[in-house]
Each structure stands twice: as C-alpha cells, then as structure tokens.
C-alpha cells in the first residue's frame, strides 16, 4: 500500500521476502525512489499519480532493487485505494512476480517429454509445448486475445480453437484476461452449491451449472467475480482464514 505522499505504508510477508527488506525496513519510505530502479522513476511516479486520479494501470513490468543487490522483476497493478467514506486515500499495488511463471521460450526450450518428467503435465505436454511455439513464432497474438473490440463470444471461439482448451479451460483463460462474464465452473461449483446452496444430490452436475449461470447473471458483466466472492466465503467458513487484503463485507482493499 502507498500513502497519497508515495510512501509506503503497507508492505506484506510476500514482497518483504521478495525484496529481501523486512516491513520495518520499508514501510514510511518512499516506494519509488528506494525501491525502484533509478530508469523506472519516471513510468513508476506516473502510474501512482494516475492511480491517485482513478486512472488504474494494469500489467505494468516494473524492475526492483533488492537487499541482496540484484533486481527483480514484478508485473504490478495499481488501484486506487479508498477508505470507508469513499474518499481516496492512496494506492494499491497487487504485484505478480514474473519469474513465478515460466515465458514461451523457456517452456519451448525443453522437450515434451521433460515437460511431462518434470512438470508432470501428463498427457497434456505435447500441447503445452505446442501452444508456447505457436506463441514463439506469432502463430498466436497474444494481443489480439486482449483486444476490447472482440465480443466474448469471439473470444472464446478462439481459445477453444486451440488444443487442449475446451469449456472449462477457455472460461477460465477468459477471466484472465478480464473478461468476468465467463464461467468456468467445476466440481468446486457442485460442491459449493450443494453445501451452501442446499442442492440435493440428486440435481444432476449439468443443473446446477444452470443455476449458477442464472444465481450470477443479474451481475453481469461480472459474473465470474460474483461466482469467486461466494466461493471465497465459503472457503473462509471452511477453514476459518479472513483475507489480509481485502474486505468482503466493505469491498475495500486492507
């Protein structure tokens, strides 16, 4: 979290330990100038500022210094930050870390076979490698999957157009990129609406994924976050964990 000074006043377990600074070592500094390559101050103090005028950036790459004198990079979206009286009263940066997730060209480096050794991707590695090389050689835009003038329908045709998506997957690359009206629902949807919801056993799996359709279609077009939102609760209820960033009940960010 960034205070409307560009301070920082919240900093979590899970950048403390990927920058190596403990939260005492950065909370009251400035997030931009301690922590951020020196090249990056510019882009960096321009996407706070936005935020801070609720202009949102989403997916900006930024470069961080770290304890151990190297850099790391994180994909960061910045939102902004409000307090109960709705008055805005800083920035959120939810951050992905971008060695987490292997590029097109690692994964097309390696074979299908050590895909399947070592990712244990099972059958599903010849597609995997396939789908990173069609990546490689602009077979696949990624940009065009972006492209807010494509309906979801079209979308979708698309994804499932690809081997290895079918419904479920193609719903669930969907949320992903944005797109909230998809569902992609699972056996954890028949579980949640059987448990929660009280749906006899009997209600065959395909019925239930109506019902979930119809239960979230009155939030479109953000059915699938209506759908996680409960999903979330219920896990919650479960295991007797509340969230440390953000607030169900308030829908504020913590």
């Known amino acids: 979290g960034?205070?409307?000074?560009?301070?920082?006043?919240?900093?979590?377990?899970?950048?403390?330990?990927?920058?190596?600074?403990?939260?005492a070592e950065a909370v009251g500094k400035p997030l931009v100038k301690s922590f951020?390559?020196?090249?990056?101050?510019?882009?960096?103090?321009?996407?706070l500022n936005n935020a801070l005028q609720e202009l949102e950036t989403?997916?900006?790459?930024?470069?961080?210094?770290?304890?151990?004198?190297?850099?790391?990079?994180?994909?960061?979206?910045?939102?902004?930050?409000?307090?109960?009286?709705n008055n805005i009263v800083g920035v959120v940066l939810v951050t992905q870390d971008l060695a987490a997730f292997p590029t097109p060209q690692q994964v097309a480096s390696k074979s299908p076979e050590w895909l399947q050794k070592h990712?244990?991707?099972?059958?599903?590695?010849?597609?995997?490698?396939?789908?990173?090389?069609?990546?490689?050689?602009?077979?696949?835009?990624?940009?065009?999957?972006?492209d807010g003038d494509l309906t979801r329908e079209e979308i979708f045709k698309r994804?499932?157009?690809?081997?290895?998506?079918?419904?479920?997957?193609?719903?669930?690359?969907?949320?992903?990129?944005?797109?909230h009206d998809a569902h992609p629902y699972d056996?954890?949807?028949?579980?949640?609406f059987r448990e929660q919801f009280k749906v006899p056993k009997s209600v065959p799996v395909t019925a239930i994924h109506e019902q979930a359709k119809r239960r979230y279609e009155k939030y479109a077009p953000n059915q699938f976050l209506a759908y996680w939102f409960?999903?979330?609760?219920?896990?919650?209820?479960?295991?007797?964990?509340?969230?440390?960033?953000?607030?169900?009940?308030?829908?504020?960010?913590?």
């Not at 390559?37 to 996407?47: G, I, Q, R, T, W």
């Not at 056996?187 to 949640?192: D, I």
């Not at 999903?231 to 960033?245: A, C, H, M, P």
């Open 36 to 47: 951020v390559v020196k090249k990056l101050h510019s882009s960096a103090k321009e996407v």
């Open 230 to 254: 409960d999903l979330w609760q219920n896990y919650e209820s479960r295991n007797g964990k509340s969230s440390t960033r953000w607030d169900v009940k308030t829908c504020q960010a913590l």
């Open 119 to 146: 990712c244990r991707l099972g059958y599903r590695a010849p597609w995997v490698h396939e789908l990173a090389q069609k990546f490689l050689s602009g077979e696949i835009d990624a940009l065009q999957l972006e």
């Open 187 to 192: 056996t954890e949807t028949t579980r949640l």
């Open 2 to 23: 960034i205070d409307l000074d560009g301070n920082i006043n919240e900093w979590n377990e899970e950048i403390a330990e990927f920058t190596g600074y403990s939260k």
């Open 58 to 85: 989403t997916a900006l790459e930024l470069i961080f210094d770290t304890k151990s004198n190297s850099t790391k990079s994180l994909l960061v979206n910045a939102e902004t930050r409000r307090d109960t009286q």
């Open 159 to 179: 994804v499932t157009s690809l081997k290895g998506f079918a419904k479920f997957a193609a719903n669930n690359v969907l949320q992903l990129l944005g797109r």
